[in-house]
């Protein structure tokens, strides 16, 4: 189930989210996207917009943008991953490459 595997907190979704809980909302947007391999253009398909905000129709507003899927939510998503892939392999005492072909 998924609420096994990521502890994520519920948004109660208004017409003004603050600052904060808007970013918070695009980065968790973003990942998923990411993790699933979807294109950056996919919050512009109407189909899945009206699929997303069909229960709650006030977070289409709150939605990231392709501009910011793939700008700053890609670039700020890459920099978490690489200083943690960065901070683990420091904890190791060695490491091995293998390469095939």
Known sequence: ???????VSPFQFTDNL??????HYQVLIARGLYAAGLPF???EVLRLLKALCILQP????YLPTRKALSGR???AE????ME????RLL???TVALVSDG
């Open 78 to 81: 890459y920099n978490r991953e």
């Open 41 to 43: 253009r996919a919050f």
């Open 73 to 75: 939510l890609l670039t």
């Open 18 to 23: 603050s600052n904060g809980m808007k970013d």
């Open 91 to 93: 904890d190791e005492p």
């Open 84 to 87: 943690a892939v960065c901070s």
């Open 1 to 7: 189930m998924l609420s096994e595997s990521f502890q």
């Open 58 to 61: 006030a977070m289409e507003k």
